[in-house]
C-alpha cells in the first residue's frame, strides 16, 4: 500500500539552527512529492514540491527538500530557523499528476528561542 | 496558484443533524478534494469532488454520510450528515491547479456535541 512516514512526532530546535524533517515513502514509482506547513488555527500552505528533474528543490521561506531515489526521502531543510516557523509541517505525496494525496502523520516543530 | 475559501468557518452542531460546509475557489480548477482533520491527526482523504458526477469515496467514506456536490469548476459543497461527536473535525477543501499543485482552504472547524 502507498504510504507516507514521518519518524520524527515532535522537534525542538533553537532559533538559529539549521533544521530537517524527516520524510519517508512507499510507493511503486516515484510519486510526486510536496511540503506543507500549517500554523496552528490554519490552513495548509505550500512550501514546496517535486515531480522531476533536479532532486535539490527550492520553496518558500527558505526552504528545501532533498529527493533521494535510493533512500524513498524527501527531507526538508532550512539552514536558521526562525520563530515564526513553529508550525506543523507536513509531507504528502501522490502517485501522479492529477491525483489525490497521501499524508504522513506531520511532524510539529518547536523553536526555542 | 489558487486561493480557496471555506464557509463556515467554524460551527458547533448538535448530535444527529447535518452541516453544509461550502468551497469556493478563485479560478477554475479540474481537480477538488475534501479531506478531514480530526483532532492532532493527519489529513484523510474523504473524496475527490467530480465536476458533473458522482464523487469518488476512499475507503470507510461514503455518499450517504458524506454527499458531496460540484456543479461548476469553482465550487464544491461537502455535507456531513446524521452527524455524532466522532464527526468532530476540520474539514478542508482543496483544489488543483494545472500546474498539479494542490492548494487548501483554511478549514472548517466542526464540534458536534
Known amino acids: 500500500a502507498q504510504s507516507v512516514t514521518q519518524p520524527d512526532i515532535h522537534i525542538t530546535v533553537s532559533e538559529g539552527a539549521s533544521l530537517e524533517l524527516r520524510c519517508n515513502y512507499s510507493?511503486?514509482?516515484?510519486?510526486?512529492l510536496f511540503w506543507y506547513v500549517q500554523s496552528p488555527g490554519q490552513g495548509l500552505q505550500l512550501l514546496l514540491k517535486?515531480?522531476?528533474?533536479?532532486?535539490l528543490v527550492q520553496g518558500i521561506k527558505g526552504f528545501e527538500a532533498e529527493f533521494k531515489r535510493s533512500q524513498s526521502s524527501f527531507n526538508l531543510r532550512k539552514p536558521s530557523v526562525h520563530w515564526s516557523d513553529a508550525a506543523e509541517y507536513f509531507c504528502?505525496?501522490?502517485?501522479?499528476?492529477?491525483?489525490?494525496?497521501?499524508f504522513g502523520g506531520g511532524t510539529r516543530l518547536m523553536v526555542k528561542p | 496558484s489558487a486561493v480557496i475559501s471555506q464557509k463556515p468557518s467554524r460551527d458547533i452542531c448538535q448530535r444527529g443533524t447535518s452541516l453544509t460546509i461550502q468551497c469556493q475557489v478563485d479560478?477554475?480548477?479540474?481537480?477538488m478534494f475534501w479531506y478531514r482533520q480530526q483532532p492532532g491527526q493527519s489529513l484523510t482523504l474523504i473524496a475527490t469532488a467530480n465536476q458533473g458526477s458522482e464523487a469518488t469515496y476512499e475507503s470507510g467514506f461514503v455518499i450517504d454520510k458524506f454527499p458531496i456536490s460540484r456543479p461548476n469548476l469553482t465550487f464544491s459543497t461537502l455535507t456531513v450528515s446524521n452527524m455524532s461527536p466522532e464527526d468532530s473535525s476540520i474539514y478542508l477543501c482543496s483544489a488543483q491547479t494545472d500546474s498539479y499543485e494542490q492548494y487548501f482552504g483554511p478549514g472548517t472547524r466542526l464540534t458536534v456535541t
Open positions: 510507493y511503486g514509482a516515484t510519486p510526486y
Open positions: 517535486y515531480f522531476s528533474g533536479d532532486t
Open positions: 504528502a505525496a501522490g502517485p501522479n499528476a492529477g491525483n489525490m494525496l497521501t
Open positions: 479560478s477554475q480548477v479540474t481537480m
